[in-house]
């Protein structure tokens, strides 16, 4: 027994030891990706290629421009299974840089750029096409990229521990740009670049970028909302435009558990977030009598009664299990949707509902996702405005249209609705921001939000909100979303 | 008279005979009055060359990095001496930043001030270099002080060789503590005292501008006023989660000692077969990493999650339970869960002690008529307390710091309506949860968490303070001596 | 007669109890075991669905495929690589916390020295203090100590000492155990002409083997657990993350729905050698916890 301990203790160690061996081996490769002089690759790719490739992986470079004309994008099948395998010479096609541009000139730069993983998946890696257009496109510059993967959730709350150790460029949530302007961390945009976030984009996209200054800090590259996916055996295109309609026919379920979803019978009402653009903290959050307030909670709680409701959150697996026949998600449950429904999947914005006579449109707290500069990247000269550069680069409309293609992350360019046109999930996404929707807003204050809608939901789903308490209830919400303390 | 001059002889004897620093100073002569300033020459004079150059390199190194600028305070990159670390502490930076606006680039260009953050930092950890430095200073007074005594006396002085022996002998204990020691000091005092200072300072996110994240003051004992001060809604939270910590660190240590001693004896039962079989089942939450099991059992009981599921379909409910989004029903769960976590490792320590308690004991009882249960709170029980009491206390004092349990199940929700403070909790908060997320949130209360902590450690130093001092083992090491 | 009937009432009476007790205990038995056997289905589930939501206990169907994923499809997270990162983490760290400690231990239980007493009273005040305050502070100094700004590549070394920093406290059990060791053995051993160093590796060391195996497997354990300091240094460095960290990051949000039941097939791959290593060593363990107990 102990010889076998011993034995099994020796052999892990060993295992660690190899495991230590191969990962020093490799270190070497990953550092020296920072050295300026070498292949602007992140990943050290093992075909190290030679510079007779450049002609051979031209055409593929450009492979991403060449879809974009073409506006029927295959926006049934999920795009990045389509093509795999050819998407991996444009990675490969940026390390002719080198070769081609021996300019001495050329300023050197090391620029950090955080993206979700999935923009950096081995096989269809976005980012890296980007950034080997940007740089065929900027031979000023003789930049190595460091790719880091960090979700738009976790950028932020990353940021905000150690900004100059966060990467240059990084995507986040907007709601999280209050914070991150007050802990330094997102550079104003000005001049040309203000110019784009402006021509881009629509006005609520603006907004979701604009600060309490009035002033902008980031490019908008998708929208962030939540919309309907609907059982087409079960629902037709007419009834998903009536909720009540729906409750009819099968089963829904409305996700009001979740403090990003709970609200959206009040503000279909009438109410509310910090005004119109949703940076006046002044306003406050107005939930209450005189926005609707009474009459969304005697909705919720109708609905919560009938038998064809399921209260919970976004959870697309009953959609799946065929518990309901229609749930509320946003589009990253396309893909696994689609997958599983097939033809029967059907998309749609959000409903109206009818409350005393009176129709109203669910809305959603809708938000976008942006790309933002690291202030911190200032203290290198020259640095500020190559990251500026790309981070302008990757809202543009290009690289939005490529994402789109390679990933299927719906554009938030306003040029590019007639690209997506055909896709109904990209569609109704659209159709939401335009239609139904308010900001999600980027004031600190809106930490106050979420907890007690999110709270006034699950009352209202677990019976302890009903018909004889809501009034009393909804001013307590009322009262607490505009309390004292931050 | 007489008797005097003797005290004062022996006085004079012992610093003869001690090598303390003062009987360093007082007998050394110049040699050792020089090794104060350079450190190190006393020993080369007395010919331990190696050990007086390791010395004297400390020396060099020491005023090397105190007055050159290798630290660099980061976005502004403005490198400054360890001396200028220091100097900034008391105002923790003057210089905020500025905003250029660059016509050529189109960008905004930050002119960078300093970061408080760092500067804390940094003075902190110079400040313990000094310390640090001066140890060792006193250390090489004394060894240089030493070998020329020795060397005077005729002794023999101890070669480098002889000292690297030495610490495989009678000087062991500098051998074996040396590395735990440099790890424990650097990574894990020298951040705490860091983090103790931030509780007197207002680093936290606020509005303000120039923002307190970068640039923050010393604010004496303004944050501790804030959470303790009655009325306010930040102490009304403070006080509610420290309620549930000890409620909960109370049910959870007792529960899970009687629960876990009823059913260790249930397997310890002459009768009981398979006894091995059932620890080891039981054993099962031990080994699997609670990261693992804790995450899997949260998806399980989650409002969406099968417990719930089963429960209503069939029939044992006629609405679901939601587990985790209903507030007594979470710190019941929780509760609960955590014997699923804890039985096991009671059983593993009550199993041994079980067989410790002498037979006689249970056959005198039996004589006399006793039952099973008399038997059990008459002897069982009483024996059990009397010699786990150090360990229910470890683990009164480890629930309330219990993070993984109450982070990975609820993430403390559900939240607490009732209270709307600026550093939100929810109902199964505990300190230690309250304190993670009030450091690791997108907008941070460093200032906050910091007095949490001190608030945390006051807790259990009055609670350890009191059961240790009177339980056995505190005993026995005073006897050590 | 009524002597015998009270007998065989005695009988009975051992028996209900008997099926009672048994009962209970595989009652007991199936609400331990019962997560984990829903890990293990779940991480089998076959047909198309992954998300968390699947209505009943059991799959109907079952597949491998998640494993085959697991360890085939590494665009997003490279799993092996993980396991690899959390192997040679928790290898190197628990050889060197395990002597950090069994250092320690010794040092406050064989020796006397000046500085004895107050070391123990700082490292309780040390203990004292929940360990999460100072983690931020931590990653400070651990970035400027190691450059992990520039040398990423110095993460696993960053990591490897967090881990052990924590061993110059944690010797208590450890201290306990080798207080119950007689001292006459050291002082035979001196009398032999033994150094300290030998009476250490020769005699102490041997004496401690349950607690050394206890000692290697927690500190072992520490690494795949740890989900909070690594995400904290690693960053955005994914090559460096450990398991943990990448289990957690497949319940985000918007990777939950696709990767449930792969984070279900993720844990079971870490939980199972653990929990064998765990059961052979399991005596030992048993002994070290009853034995830091002074009974």
Known sequence: ?486 | MSNQLTKADGIRKRLENSNSLTAALLNGGPAVWLSCLVMGFGNIVAGQFIKGLMFFAIEVGFFYIMGTPIFVDAPSMTPHTGIEWIQLLPSLGDRVDGEIWNEDDFIYETVFGDRSQQILLYGVVFICICLAFIVIWRASVRSGYEAISNRRAGKKVLSFWGDIKALFDEKIHKLLMILPFMALIVFTVVPLVYMICMAFTNYSYSDSVPSTLNHFDWVGFDTFKQLFASGSALAEQFWSVLAWTLTWAFFATFLNFFLGTFVAIIINRPTTKLKGLWRTIMSITIAVPQFVSLLIIAKMFSDEGIIDKMLYNYGFVDESVRFMSKPVNAKVFVILINLWVGIPYTIMQVTGILKNIPADLYEAARIDGANAVQQFMNITLPYMIFVLTPYIITSFTGNINNFNVIFLLTGGGPPNMEVVSSAPAGHTDLLVTWLYNLSMQAQPKYNIAAVIGIFTFIVLAVLSLVTYRSSGSYKDEEGFK | ?295
């Open chain 3, 1 to 295: 007669m009524a002597k015998k009937n009270s007998v065989g009432s005695l009988k009975a009476k051992r028996y209900t109890m008997d099926v009672i007790v048994h009962t209970f205990l595989i009652i007991i038995a199936i609400i331990w075991i019962s997560p984990f056997a829903y890990l293990v289905a779940h991480s089998f589930r076959g047909g198309g669905n992954t998300t968390m939501y699947y209505s009943k206990f059991f799959p109907e169907t079952f597949t491998f495929k998640h494993y085959q994923d697991l360890f085939t499809d590494k665009g997003l997270l490279d799993f092996p690589q993980m396991f690899m990162n959390t192997l040679k983490i928790a290898c190197i760290s628990c050889v060197i916390s395990t002597f950090f400690v069994l250092s320690v231990s010794f040092a406050m239980s064989r020796l006397k020295w000046k500085l004895r007493r107050p070391y123990m009273n700082m490292a309780m005040v040390i203990t004292l203090f929940p360990g999460f305050m100072s983690m931020t502070a931590t990653y400070f100094l651990l970035k400027a100590f190691f450059g992990l700004d520039e040398h990423p590549e110095r993460i696993h070394m960053a990591l490897v000492i967090c881990y052990c920093s924590g061993a110059g406290t944690g010797f208590y059990v450890m201290k306990g155990y080798m207080d119950t060791i007689p001292k006459a053995l050291d002082e035979a051993a001196y009398l032999d002409g033994a150094t300290k160093w030998q009476t250490f590796i020769k005699i102490t060391l041997p004496l401690c083997k349950p607690m050394i195996v206890y000692q290697v497997i927690t500190s072992f354990m520490g690494p795949w657990c740890d989900f909070i300091f690594c995400k904290l240094i690693c960053r955005g460095s994914q090559d460096y993350y450990t398991v943990s960290v990448g289990l957690w990051s497949m319940l985000d949000m918007d990777k939950i729905d696709k990767w449930y039941t792969r984070f279900c097939a993720g844990s079971v791959m870490v939980a199972i050698p653990i929990s064998i290593l765990f059961i052979i060593t399991q005596k030992f363990y048993q002994e070290a916890m009853s034995g830091s107990v002074k009974g």
């Open chain 1, 1 to 486: 027994m102990k010889k076998i301990l011993a034995l099994l203790l020796v052999a892990l160690m060993i295992v660690g030891m190899t495991a230590c061996g191969g990962a020093d081996k490799k270190d070497p490769t990953t550092a020296s990706t920072e050295a300026p002089t070498t292949a602007p690759t992140t990943k050290p790719s093992e075909s190290q290629p030679s510079e007779s490739q450049p002609s051979e992986s031209q055409p593929a470079e450009s492979q991403p421009a060449e879809s974009q004309p073409s506006e029927s994008q295959p926006a049934e099948s999920q795009p990045s299974e389509s093509q795999p395998a050819e998407s991996l010479p444009p990675v490969s096609a940026n390390t002719e840089k080198p070769a081609k541009n021996p300019n001495a000139d050329a300023l050197p730069l090391t620029i950090k750029v955080w993206t979700p993983a999935e923009d950096q998946a081995v096989d269809n890696n976005w980012l890296e096409t980007m950034q080997a257009q940007f740089d065929a496109a900027h031979p000023e510059y003789n930049i190595t990229w460091i790719n880091e993967s960090v979700s738009e959730g976790d950028a932020a709350s990353m940021v905000t521990t150690d900004v100059s150790a966060a990467a240059d460029i990084y995507m986040f949530a907007n709601d999280q740009l209050g914070g991150l302007i007050t802990a330094g961390g997102l550079a104003k945009q000005g001049g040309i670049y203000l110019d784009q976030i402006k021509n881009d984009n629509s006005q609520f996209m603006i907004n979701t970028v604009t600060h309490t200054d009035g002033a902008q800090y980031a490019f908008p590259v998708t929208n962030n909302t939540w919309f309907l996916y609907y059982n087409k055996d079960v629902f037709t295109e007419e009834d998903v435009k009536s909720l009540d309609t729906m409750i009819t026919k099968g089963k829904v379920c409305i996700p009001i558990t979740t403090g990003w979803n709970a609200g959206c019978f009040f503000l279909g009402c009438g109410g509310t977030i910090f005004g119109e653009a949703g940076n006046d903290a002044s306003v406050g959050i107005q939930f209450g009598e005189d926005h609707g307030g009474y009459k969304a909670a005697k909705k919720m709680i109708e609905l919560v009664g009938n038998s064809n409701i399921v209260a919970g959150g976004m959870d697309t697996g009953r959609l799946i299990e065929g518990e309901v026949a229609a749930v509320f998600s946003g589009s990253w449950s396309a893909a696994e949707l689609r997958e599983n429904l097939g033809d029967k999947l059907g998309v749609a914005a959000l409903p109206t509902f009818t409350v005393d006579g009176e129709t109203y449109n669910m809305t959603a707290m809708s938000g976008s996702k942006c790309v933002g500069v690291n202030p911190t990247s200032g203290s290198v000269k020259g640095k500020q405005k190559a990251c500026t550069q790309f981070a302008a680069f990757l809202a543009s409309a290009d690289a939005q249209l490529a994402r789109y293609a390679m990933r299927g992350v719906i554009p938030a360019h306003k040029d590019l609705i007639s690209a997506v046109a055909n896709d109904p999930v990209a569609m109704a996404e659209i159709n939401t921001i335009n239609n139904s929707a308010v900001i999600q807003s980027a004031l600190p204050q809106m930490g106050k939000y979420w907890s007690p809608v999110e709270n006034f939901g699950k009352s209202v789903a677990n019976g302890e909100i009903n018909m004889g308490n809501y009034m009393d209830m909804v001013d307590q919400m009322n009262n607490q979303l505009n309390a004292e303390g931050l």
